[in-house]
Structures are given as structure tokens and as C-alpha cells.
Nanobody, 122 residues
Framework: QVQLQESGPGLVKPSQTLSLTCTVA??????????WSWIRQSPGKGLEWIGY???????FYSPALKARTSISRDTSKNQFTLQLKSVTPEDTARYYC??????????????WGQGIQVTVSS
């Protein structure tokens, strides 16, 4: 069983950096089939994929967000972290971390955190 838990500030001011950490239990984030992902959800926009860091430390981001996004990891703590720079109120959303795994015809998200609400407001 894999468990993921998001943590970080729930309120961020415009122009600042949103920083969230996902703590993983039950599986090493270096296991050679995991893609450790960040996804967000808002009422007006629905689900939006942000990016992932894979089992070897390689990161890949949504083209819409990559200029502002950085995903990193700390293998000693079994954690990975999202940083989203220069936030605006449009970045207000519930942020999830999740594991993606490769399957025969693509990929699937099999484990999710409960999510953390982040509001961007002055």
C-alpha cells in the first residue's frame, strides 16, 4: 500500500512562490516504475496536470506551466516537492500529489494524496 500526503502553506500572496511537499510512505520514490506527479483541480478549470519527477530524478512539466514550475526530490526523506513561481489568483486550486505507473498502452494514476487547498490572495 502506498500513501501520499501533501503539506505546505494554504495561503500564498500574488507574485510569491507556492511550495508544496509530498511525503510518500509504502514505496521508495526511486522504485523503477514510478512517476511522481503533481495535479491540481479548480471549479472553473477542472483537473490540470502540472508535471512529474521520475524514479531516476528526471523531471517533465506541462508546457503551459513549465516556465514557472520546478519539481525536485529528497530521496533520504522519500519526498518530492513542487515550486510554482510568480503565482496569481488563477493558481488557486486544490493540489494533489499522485503516483503514475506505466501500463501497456500508456499510464495510470493508482495512488493519490487527499489534496491540499491553496489560495492565492493578498
Amino acid at each position: 500500500q502506498v500513501q501520499l500526503q501533501e503539506s505546505g502553506p494554504g495561503l500564498v500572496k500574488p507574485s510569491q512562490t507556492l511550495s508544496l511537499t509530498c511525503t510518500v510512505a509504502g514505496e521508495s520514490i526511486t522504485t523503477h516504475f514510478g512517476y511522481w506527479s503533481w495535479i491540481r483541480q479548480s471549479p472553473g478549470k477542472g483537473l490540470e496536470w502540472i508535471g512529474y519527477i521520475d524514479y531516476s530524478g528526471g523531471a517533465f512539466y506541462s508546457p503551459a506551466l513549465k516556465a514557472r514550475t520546478s519539481i525536485s526530490r529528497d530521496t533520504s526523506k522519500n519526498q518530492f516537492t513542487l515550486q510554482l513561481k510568480s503565482v496569481t489568483p488563477e493558481d488557486t486550486a486544490r493540489y494533489y500529489c499522485a503516483r503514475a505507473v506505466s501500463i501497456e498502452l500508456g499510464y495510470a494514476y493508482d495512488y493519490w494524496g487527499q489534496g491540499i487547498q491553496v489560495t492565492v490572495s493578498s
